[in-house]
Structures are given as structure tokens and as C-alpha cells.
């Protein structure tokens, strides 16, 4: 399996239905999610919560991303900025954080040998989502396995 990582602060500031940044499976090709980290870019707290999406949306721009080997092929999965409609929501993934009112507050989840699967199909995501107040502009980013 090659490793893959993409990144970014996000165009929005997402909602408790609209992802600040997500990762979605390629038609014939799935990934691994392996770690996924997100930064607070603003003196205000917020909270944020991972779930499964289950269908598009309207989704914000592709990021670009980084081969850990150089020598892999291109990613098939496709990291994505802050969507602009709401994709169905899917399972409540239970990794939750607070992140503090303060510029740089964050939290790294990672997670275990196997990582959390996201099964092939174009309509079949992770995101990041705020679960509950006013959203926030955040630095993101997921490291993934295909």
C-alpha cells in the first residue's frame, strides 16, 4: 500500500452539516485513513467531530496530494475543501475534540494498525465536521493508505 497525506486551511468555516475538509474513496479504489489532524486558526474555541459521509454534496476544491514515496503512483482518493452543500451524513466516527480559543490549539487522532476504512465508491467520504456552535477556519489535513 502507498501512503498519501493532503492539507490545508480551510476555505470556510464548515457547519454541523457542511465538512470543513474531507477525503473521499475513489469508483474502484477505497484508502485507509491513518491519522488526521486539525489546528484552530482563530482566538475562539470550537468543536469538532469525524464522520462518515455517505454521498458528494457540492464539495469545495481538490487539494493536491503528497506521495510519502515518490516513486508511487498517484492517489486515487480525493481530499477536498470545505464543501459549499451538505453531503448526506453517515456514521458519527466517535473522535471528538475541543479545540481551545487560542491560534494553534489542535489534536492529532490516529488510528491503530488497520486505520479506519473508506470503502471504493465516489459517494463514500470522511470529514470533518463542527459538532455543535459557531464554525471555525481550521489548518487540516488526513494521511491516508491505498
Known amino acids: 500500500m502507498a501512503r498519501y497525506s493532503a492539507g490545508a486551511k ?4 464548515g457547519s454541523t452539516t457542511l465538512p470543513l475538509i474531507s477525503l473521499y474513496a475513489a469508483a474502484s479504489v477505497g ?4 491519522e488526521v489532524g486539525a489546528f484552530n486558526t482563530t482566538p475562539t474555541a470550537v468543536d469538532i467531530k469525524l464522520v462518515r459521509l455517505t454521498s458528494t454534496g457540492t464539495q469545495g476544491a481538490s487539494l493536491t496530494a ?6 508511487s503512483a498517484a492517489a486515487s482518493c480525493t481530499p477536498k475543501n470545505t464543501h459549499t452543500v451538505a453531503p448526506t ?10 479545540l481551545g480559543a487560542a491560534i494553534g490549539s489542535g489534536v492529532i487522532w ?4 488497520t486505520g479506519i476504512h473508506i ?3 465516489t459517494a463514500n467520504g470522511i470529514g470533518i465536521i463542527i459538532e455543535n456552535g459557531t464554525g471555525q477556519i481550521l489548518q487540516a489535513y488526513f494521511v491516508w493508505d491505498e
Request: aromatic share 10%; net charge negative.
Open 10 to 13: 480551510t476555505a470556510g468555516a
Open 31 to 34: 484508502g485507509r485513513l491513518r
Open 66 to 71: 503528497a506521495k510519502y514515496d515518490d516513486t
Open 89 to 98: 451524513l453517515g456514521d458519527d466516527l466517535g473522535y471528538r475534540a475541543s
Open 110 to 113: 490516529t488510528f491503530g494498525d
Open 119 to 121: 470503502p471504493p465508491g
